[in-house]
């Protein structure tokens, strides 16, 4: 009989050999991409233009599958549980991601833990947008025209420990003012469309959400939350202009698969993503719609990355106090 060291790398071989056979057959049929949130937000968004050029590149339909609610958290708890095989992809955001870790402590799927990232896809600058109606074209003058209607104004957001939310809150303490919360289902497109039907004064989503609704005098974009001014709206000030130069929120995308899935398989859907966000046409309408490409080296920079912004948002929650039971 073999030793036993012998016998462990000859096990050891043909697990390899089994992955990379596997690896080379795949994909063998379609691969199923969980968007968390109802069409219309800037996740959809990101989705629905990659999708064909990520089908082309893998030989298969990637089928995109939203399935929103709960924040964000039932389309994370679907992907984590899903087989580990390459046929399930996750695209998360900075909300997923990020932000739900802190503001649901006691939720069973971690996605550090639960998941491996791939590399980060985009990053959708935010807008600090209003109903026209409001008569404010600037930060400063909407925070002159919130002080004089002490609790009369409100805004909306993606849920109550939403990025919208949080980023809103840190705005009315540093400017003083204040606005009642109003929470909506589904991301950013239930947001956006509370405020171009004035259910709401204002919100802070994404740019892409607002690009539309701004070029046909439907909402205004007082500012975008950003380093820089966006492309797409130029002539609009940065929230650092207007005087925070601490809020920019960006909705950044990226893609997962859960944990254990070989890493030939990963390997493969890297470079099929990198691919994807490298093709002009995808670049075209990426940033035509307000969104910046970003990617990573690799998919162990891209957990460095996550590891910091988990650590970062831990600490905004904390002095807003939205955790949730």
Avoid at 59 to 66: A, I, L, P, T
Avoid at 308 to 322: D, H, L, P, R, Y
Wanted: net charge positive; proline share 8%.
């Amino acid at each position: 009989m073999k030793p036993l060291s012998q016998r462990i790398l000859t096990v050891l071989v043909c697990l390899l050999a089994a992955g990379a056979a596997h690896a080379q057959s795949y994909p063998a049929r379609p691969v199923r991409m969980i968007v968390p949130f109802n069409p219309g937000g800037s996740s959809d968004f990101v989705a629905r233009i990659i999708q064909p050029r990520m089908s082309e590149l893998l030989g298969q339909q990637v089928v995109v599958d939203n399935r929103a609610g709960a924040s964000g958290n039932i389309g994370v708890e679907i992907a984590a549980r899903a087989a580990p095989d390459g046929y399930t992809l996750f695209l998360g955001n900075v909300g997923t991601t990020a932000i739900n870790p802190s503001v649901f402590p006691k939720f069973p799927v971690k996605p550090v833990r639960d998941f491996f990232g791939l590399t980060l896809l985009v990053d959708v600058p935010g807008a600090f947008a209003t109903h026209p109606s409001v008569p404010a074209n600037t930060v400063k003058e909407f925070i002159d025209y919130a002080k004089a209607r002490p609790g009369q104004l409100n805004y909306g957001s993606a849920g109550a420990g939403s990025a919208q939310r949080l980023a809103f809150e840190f705005f009315m303490n540093k400017a003083g003012i204040q606005l009642v919360h109003i929470p909506y289902k589904g991301g950013a497109g239930a947001a956006t469309t509370a405020v171009l039907a004035g259910e709401v004064t204002a919100t802070m989503v994404t740019v892409a959400s607002f690009i539309p609704h701004v070029k046909t005098g439907r909402a205004k974009v007082l500012a975008v939350m950003a380093p820089k001014r966006s492309p797409a709206l130029p002539q609009v000030p940065t929230m650092a202009e207007s005087g925070f130069p601490e809020l920019k929120l960006g909705s950044w995308q990226a893609m997962y698969v859960p944990k254990d899935t070989p890493r030939p398989i990963v390997n493969r859907l890297y470079s099929v993503m990198i691919k994807t966000m490298e093709d002009p046409e995808v670049v075209k309408r990426l940033e035509t719609g307000g969104a910046e490409i970003v990617t990573n080296k690799s998919p162990e920079e891209f957990a460095a990355f996550l590891k910091t912004q988990n650590e970062f948002w831990a600490k905004i929650v904390k002095s807003v106090g939205a955790v949730a039971e």
